[in-house]
């Protein structure tokens, strides 16, 4: 009898991990019918080897196809010592191969395993997804064939595995020699009831070396990514005591615990802050690591990096390097939720300018009226200090992704107004266009609406067909080409 629950690990590993018809026929009642259910198995190509079932030695030969003279039917044959040659039954020539992928995907949804999912060498290594585990996140991977000749080139053909922090790979029922990697036997860990593949997954906890900051991270609250989600698609809202994470038609709000940060004096939470603040960027270097060491910076920007991936389990890297400037760029869209516009309010256009600045980023300036308390030393008071209010002239900057202000879509890509403005601002404040022309009239509203200022942005003069900014313009922005 030819247990065929117990022999599906060790069959998987073969490179043609088939069953026999045979085999099939003398296994225990019921264990195809659930291997067929379960879509673990599918029907292969025929045998080409069968036994003699004519004259009862069992001997085992190769099928010949001859065509039956009456029917015209090609019909199997196996040759026999003893009869010539006896035929074969069709039924008996056919055979199930295991169904790897199907076995892939039934782990995934069993281990409950989220984010990205992908086939990384067909037949062999697949990517199955994440999981909170023992601690830490980890990367789940199912390698067939882990002991075989070739077995050693396979961490090289699928770097994604060594790239992972802490990757868990999964094998049917032989692990890979070395110490090189964790590797669990499905032999072991996985049974197969009435209906589905039972993992036991507190025997993989148990198994699994845990992370010394495992109470930390257990705090951390975890958004269900949609397979093949990618960072860019990623947007966070960054509110006074929470953060709202938005990705294609999922919602959620994360609090400082969600996030595994104390409060707002959090390190993390501020620089989270300040990438919103900044629509997605680390200020000028000169402005945020002068009085921090760059090291710290980047140790910072590590932590919130590895943050990011445990709480939104997404492939690759959230927040990158910029090269040569010692700042950071998140690949995910982040912005402050502000959408009532400038912080401060300008009396005049004249006292606004707007920049393109050379990464593509607009930074708002207004001339402020600063009033504040100033000391002042009473002589007659002798030593005794006065606080007064004085007036001094300011300039408030913000620096905003045109996604942040609206001027562009999920992707970057400006609207027309957005366009518009870019074009103005390439132009020295002069756009030469119809005095109806709608982009304009609509960039002027978003200007008037955005500094809450009353009075029109722009002068037309109808003669020249020419719009005039009526606030300071300029770009930064090094162009090539027209492209
Ligand atoms: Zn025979």
Not at 13 to 30: I, L, N, T
Request: glycine content about 8%.
């Amino acid at each position: 009898m030819s247990d065929l629950l117990r022999e599906l690990w060790s069959r998987a590993e073969c490179e043609e991990p088939v069953f026999s018809a045979e085999e099939v026929e003398w296994a225990p009642p019921g264990q195809f019918e659930l291997l067929w259910q379960l879509c673990f198995l599918k029907e292969a190509s025929r045998a080409t080897w069968a036994r003699c079932e004519a004259c009862g030695d069992g001997h085992v030969e190769e099928v010949t196809w001859i065509r039956n003279a009456t029917t015209g039917n090609p019909t199997p044959f196996v040759p026999c010592p003893e009869t010539g040659a006896s035929t074969v039954s069709l039924d008996r020539l056919r055979r199930w191969t295991i169904d790897l992928d199907a076995i892939a995907h039934a782990l995934r949804r069993e281990l409950g395993l989220i984010g990205n999912n992908s086939v990384l060498l067909p037949g062999r290594v697949w990517f199955l997804g994440r999981r909170h585990v023992a601690g830490r996140f980890r990367d789940f991977f199912l390698v067939v064939g882990a002991a075989r000749e070739d077995a050693h080139t396979l961490w090289d053909r699928c770097r994604q595995i060594e790239d992972a922090p802490s990757p868990v790979i999964l094998v049917p029922s032989q692990a890979p020699s070395g110490p090189r990697v964790l590797a669990f036997r499905l032999a072991d860990l996985a049974a197969l009831t009435e209906d589905r593949l039972v993992i036991d997954l507190d025997y993989l906890t148990d198994a699994l070396p845990r992370d010394a900051n495992a109470k930390q991270a257990k705090t951390v609250a975890c958004f269900q990514v949609p397979a093949g989600a990618r960072w860019s698609e990623l947007r966070l809202v960054v509110r006074e005591h929470t953060v709202v994470a938005h990705l294609r038609h999922l919602e959620q709000e994360f609090a400082f615990e969600d996030l595994g940060m104390t409060g707002p004096g959090d390190r993390l939470w501020q620089l989270l802050c300040t990438l919103a603040r900044y629509g997605g960027h680390t200020p000028a270097r000169s402005r945020s690591v002068s009085e921090e060491g760059t090291v710290t910076f980047r140790k910072k920007v590590s932590d919130l990096r590895q943050r990011l991936s445990t709480v939104f389990p997404i492939d690759g890297e959230p927040i990158r390097a910029v090269r040569g400037t010692g700042g950071y760029r998140c690949v995910f869209q982040i912005n402050l939720d502000r959408t009532d516009g400038f912080p401060v309010q300008p009396e005049r256009w004249n006292e606004c300018s707007l920049t393109e600045l050379r990464d593509g980023r607009i930074a708002i300036s207004v001339r402020t009226k600063e009033v504040f308390a100033a000391r002042t030393i009473s002589e007659e008071t002798a030593g005794r200090t006065n606080l007064e209010a004085a007036e001094q002239f300011g300039v408030r900057t913000e620096e905003y992704d045109l996604r942040t202000l609206g001027l562009a879509d999920e992707v970057g890509r400006p609207t027309g107004e957005g366009r518009v403005l870019l074009e103005l601002l390439r132009s020295g404040g002069k756009l030469t266009r119809r005095g109806d022309d709608k982009k304009v009239l609509r960039l002027a509203q978003w200007l008037r609406n955005w500094m809450r200022l009353e009075d029109d942005p722009f002068q037309f003069t109808s003669c020249r067909i020419l719009w005039n900014a009526l606030f300071d313009t300029s770009s930064r922005r090094k162009l090539g080409p027209t492209t």
